[in-house]
Protein backbone atom coordinates (compact mmCIF):
# COMPACT_ATOMS: atom_id res chain seq x y z
CA UNK A 1 0.00 0.00 0.00
CA UNK A 2 2.07 3.26 -1.66
CA UNK A 3 1.21 6.40 0.52
CA UNK A 4 0.55 9.14 -1.98
CA UNK A 5 1.36 12.11 0.70
CA UNK A 6 2.26 12.51 4.10
CA UNK A 7 2.81 15.17 6.79
CA UNK A 8 -0.23 17.39 6.60
CA UNK A 9 -1.19 17.45 10.24
CA UNK A 10 -4.05 19.12 11.76
CA UNK A 11 -3.81 19.02 15.28
CA UNK A 12 -1.69 16.08 17.09
CA UNK A 13 -2.55 13.60 14.01
CA UNK A 14 -0.65 12.55 11.18
CA UNK A 15 -2.53 12.06 8.27
CA UNK A 16 -1.67 10.34 5.07
CA UNK A 17 -3.79 10.40 1.71
CA UNK A 18 -3.65 7.61 -0.23
CA UNK A 19 -5.95 5.50 -2.83
CA UNK A 20 -8.23 2.63 -1.80
CA UNK A 21 -7.40 -1.22 -1.95
CA UNK A 22 -10.46 -4.04 -1.91
CA UNK A 23 -9.34 -4.23 2.23
CA UNK A 24 -10.83 -0.08 2.83
CA UNK A 25 -14.60 -1.84 1.16
CA UNK A 26 -15.98 -2.30 4.72
CA UNK A 27 -14.15 0.59 6.44
CA UNK A 28 -16.00 3.13 3.53
CA UNK A 29 -19.56 1.41 3.51
CA UNK A 30 -19.55 2.20 7.20
CA UNK A 31 -18.56 5.33 6.81
CA UNK A 32 -20.96 6.13 3.43
CA UNK A 33 -23.94 4.86 5.86
CA UNK A 34 -22.65 7.38 8.51
CA UNK A 35 -22.36 10.24 6.20
CA UNK A 36 -25.40 9.95 4.04
CA UNK A 37 -29.09 8.67 4.00
CA UNK A 38 -30.02 5.39 3.17
CA UNK A 39 -31.08 6.14 0.06
CA UNK A 40 -28.79 8.45 -1.13
CA UNK A 41 -25.40 6.06 0.62
CA UNK A 42 -23.33 3.38 -1.71
CA UNK A 43 -24.14 0.20 -0.39
CA UNK A 44 -21.53 -2.72 0.63
CA UNK A 45 -22.28 -4.21 -2.84
CA UNK A 46 -21.98 -0.85 -5.00
CA UNK A 47 -18.70 0.18 -2.92
CA UNK A 48 -16.95 -2.97 -3.95
CA UNK A 49 -17.75 -2.67 -7.46
CA UNK A 50 -16.38 0.98 -7.73
CA UNK A 51 -13.36 -0.25 -5.90
CA UNK A 52 -13.10 -3.24 -8.50
CA UNK A 53 -13.35 -1.01 -11.54
CA UNK A 54 -11.95 2.55 -10.88
CA UNK A 55 -10.00 1.78 -7.04
CA UNK A 56 -7.20 5.06 -8.22
CA UNK A 57 -10.45 7.67 -8.02
CA UNK A 58 -10.96 6.97 -4.14
CA UNK A 59 -8.77 9.25 -2.39
CA UNK A 60 -8.88 8.66 1.32
CA UNK A 61 -7.52 11.00 4.04
CA UNK A 62 -6.25 8.67 7.01
CA UNK A 63 -5.31 9.12 10.85
CA UNK A 64 -1.59 6.93 11.23
CA UNK A 65 -1.81 8.22 15.00
CA UNK A 66 -4.68 6.46 15.79
CA UNK A 67 -5.23 3.27 17.93
CA UNK A 68 -5.58 1.49 14.69
CA UNK A 69 -2.86 2.89 12.71
CA UNK A 70 -4.23 4.26 9.81
CA UNK A 71 -8.32 5.29 10.70
CA UNK A 72 -9.94 6.76 7.66
CA UNK A 73 -11.31 9.93 8.44
CA UNK A 74 -12.61 11.04 4.99
CA UNK A 75 -13.14 9.85 1.78
CA UNK A 76 -14.11 10.89 -2.07
CA UNK A 77 -14.63 9.06 -4.87
CA UNK A 78 -16.02 8.93 -8.08
CA UNK A 79 -14.89 7.77 -12.12
CA UNK A 80 -13.67 9.44 -14.95
CA UNK A 81 -16.07 9.61 -17.88
CA UNK A 82 -16.18 11.78 -21.07
CA UNK A 83 -19.82 12.57 -20.22
CA UNK A 84 -19.90 16.06 -19.11
CA UNK A 85 -22.91 16.12 -16.82
CA UNK A 86 -23.22 13.31 -13.91
CA UNK A 87 -26.29 11.27 -14.33
CA UNK A 88 -27.44 8.98 -11.88
CA UNK A 89 -26.73 5.98 -13.70
CA UNK A 90 -23.37 6.22 -13.21
CA UNK A 91 -23.43 5.60 -9.57
CA UNK A 92 -24.73 2.01 -9.93
CA UNK A 93 -22.91 1.21 -12.78
CA UNK A 94 -18.69 1.37 -13.06
CA UNK A 95 -18.30 0.17 -16.13
CA UNK A 96 -18.85 3.29 -17.35
CA UNK A 97 -15.31 4.47 -15.85
CA UNK A 98 -13.03 5.42 -18.78
CA UNK A 99 -9.29 6.21 -16.90
CA UNK A 100 -8.74 8.31 -20.37
CA UNK A 101 -11.87 10.24 -19.60
CA UNK A 102 -12.23 14.26 -19.46
CA UNK A 103 -13.96 14.94 -16.40
CA UNK A 104 -13.44 13.66 -12.88
CA UNK A 105 -17.29 12.80 -11.44
CA UNK A 106 -17.18 13.21 -7.72
CA UNK A 107 -19.89 10.71 -6.44
CA UNK A 108 -19.57 11.38 -2.59
CA UNK A 109 -17.25 13.33 -0.18
CA UNK A 110 -17.39 11.56 3.05
CA UNK A 111 -16.15 12.26 6.35
CA UNK A 112 -16.82 10.05 9.67
CA UNK A 113 -18.97 12.49 12.09
CA UNK A 114 -16.71 12.78 14.52
CA UNK A 115 -14.03 14.23 12.66
CA UNK A 116 -16.43 16.90 10.86
CA UNK A 117 -15.13 20.67 11.02
CA UNK A 118 -12.08 20.36 11.29
CA UNK A 119 -10.75 20.94 7.35
CA UNK A 120 -10.33 17.16 6.80
CA UNK A 121 -12.78 17.31 3.33
CA UNK A 122 -11.10 20.08 2.09
CA UNK A 123 -7.35 19.15 2.68
CA UNK A 124 -8.54 16.39 0.83
CA UNK A 125 -10.41 17.81 -2.43
CA UNK A 126 -7.84 20.10 -2.39
CA UNK A 127 -5.78 16.39 -3.34
CA UNK A 128 -8.46 15.44 -5.85
CA UNK A 129 -8.36 18.57 -7.58
CA UNK A 130 -4.69 18.86 -7.84
CA UNK A 131 -4.32 15.12 -9.39
CA UNK A 132 -7.27 15.44 -11.71
CA UNK A 133 -5.41 18.50 -12.88
CA UNK A 134 -2.14 16.52 -13.19
CA UNK A 135 -3.93 13.93 -14.70
CA UNK A 136 -4.62 16.27 -17.92
CA UNK A 137 -8.46 16.26 -17.16
CA UNK A 138 -10.99 18.97 -18.06
CA UNK A 139 -12.05 19.34 -14.48
CA UNK A 140 -14.20 18.05 -11.74
CA UNK A 141 -17.91 17.38 -11.85
CA UNK A 142 -20.12 17.14 -8.82
CA UNK A 143 -23.90 17.08 -7.40
CA UNK A 144 -24.57 18.57 -3.72
CA UNK A 145 -27.11 19.88 -2.02
CA UNK A 146 -28.12 23.58 -1.94
CA UNK A 147 -26.95 23.86 2.03
CA UNK A 148 -23.26 22.73 0.33
CA UNK A 149 -23.13 25.02 -2.51
CA UNK A 150 -20.69 27.74 -0.68
CA UNK A 151 -18.30 25.16 0.19
CA UNK A 152 -17.52 23.71 -3.14
CA UNK A 153 -17.73 27.17 -4.53
CA UNK A 154 -14.36 28.01 -2.67
CA UNK A 155 -12.65 25.60 -4.61
CA UNK A 156 -13.33 27.00 -7.81
CA UNK A 157 -16.42 24.85 -8.43
CA UNK A 158 -19.19 27.00 -10.26
CA UNK A 159 -23.39 26.04 -9.53
CA UNK A 160 -24.45 25.14 -12.87
CA UNK A 161 -28.17 25.05 -11.36
CA UNK A 162 -30.60 22.10 -10.79
CA UNK A 163 -29.33 18.58 -11.93
CA UNK A 164 -31.34 16.35 -13.59
CA UNK A 165 -30.07 14.06 -11.15
CA UNK A 166 -32.96 12.48 -8.69
CA UNK A 167 -30.85 10.33 -6.80
CA UNK A 168 -32.02 9.03 -3.44
CA UNK A 169 -35.43 11.37 -3.88
CA UNK A 170 -33.09 14.78 -3.65
CA UNK A 171 -32.97 17.95 -5.04
CA UNK A 172 -28.96 18.27 -6.20
CA UNK A 173 -26.91 21.39 -7.99
CA UNK A 174 -24.45 20.40 -10.35
CA UNK A 175 -21.21 21.85 -9.72
CA UNK A 176 -18.17 22.28 -12.18
CA UNK A 177 -14.92 23.06 -11.99
CA UNK A 178 -13.16 23.35 -15.15
CA UNK A 179 -9.25 23.95 -15.71
Not at 69 to 89: C, E, H, K, P, Q
Not at 96 to 114: E, N, S, Y
Not at 124 to 131: K, S, T
Not at 162 to 176: A, E, P
Request: glycine residues 8%; proline residues 4%; hydrophobic residues 40%.
Amino acid sequence: MSKLMTGPTAGDARLTIRHATADDAAALAAIEAECFPPAEAAGPGAIRARLAAYPDCFWLLCDDSSDDGGAIVSFINGFATDRRDLTDDMYDDPSQHDPHGAWQMIFGVDTVPASQHHGYASLLMRRVIADTRAAGRAGLVLTCKDRLVGFYARFGYVDEGISDSTHGDVVWHQMRLTF
